[in-house]
């Protein structure tokens, strides 16, 4: 079984800089991928961001390309998500996923963690 733990959200002003971490316990860690999902209130879960966990090949939503940045520390089952020129529109639960070996498939859910952008 695979536990995803996320850390870093908070509120923070338009303009400004988060941190996302998602950190993975369970034996033999080794997903086909890792992404972050975003959820806003009254709206649907919606993609963010993606990392292939052996090529470190990456995706982003249109909304947040040029602005966010997924990244891997793979020696410490950790993905990040850096998020910069955040606006108001960027509020939501962000949930931290990862994929089973060759899956691309999500089966493995964080908590979430709020962000909150303030005008």
């Known amino acids: 079984q695979v536990l995803l733990v996320e850390s870093g959200g908070g509120l923070v002003q338009a303009g400004g800089s988060l941190r996302l971490s998602c950190t993975a316990s369970?034996?033999?860690?080794?997903?086909?991928?890792m992404g972050w999902f975003r959820q806003a209130p009254g709206k649907e879960r919606v993609f963010v961001a993606r990392?292939?966990?052996?090529?470190?090949?990456?995706g982003y939503a249109d909304s947040v390309k040029g602005r966010f940045t997924i990244a891997s520390d793979n020696a410490k089952n950790t993905v990040y998500l850096q998020m910069n020129s955040l606006k108001p529109e960027d509020t939501a639960v962000y949930y931290c996923?990862?994929?089973?070996?060759?899956?691309?498939?999500?089966?493995?859910w964080g908590q979430g963690t709020q962000v909150t952008v303030s005008s």
């Open positions: 990392i292939n966990w052996s090529s470190d090949t990456t």
């Open positions: 996923a990862a994929t089973r070996p060759y899956s691309p498939v999500y089966d493995y």
């Open positions: 369970g034996r033999s860690f080794s997903p086909y991928a």
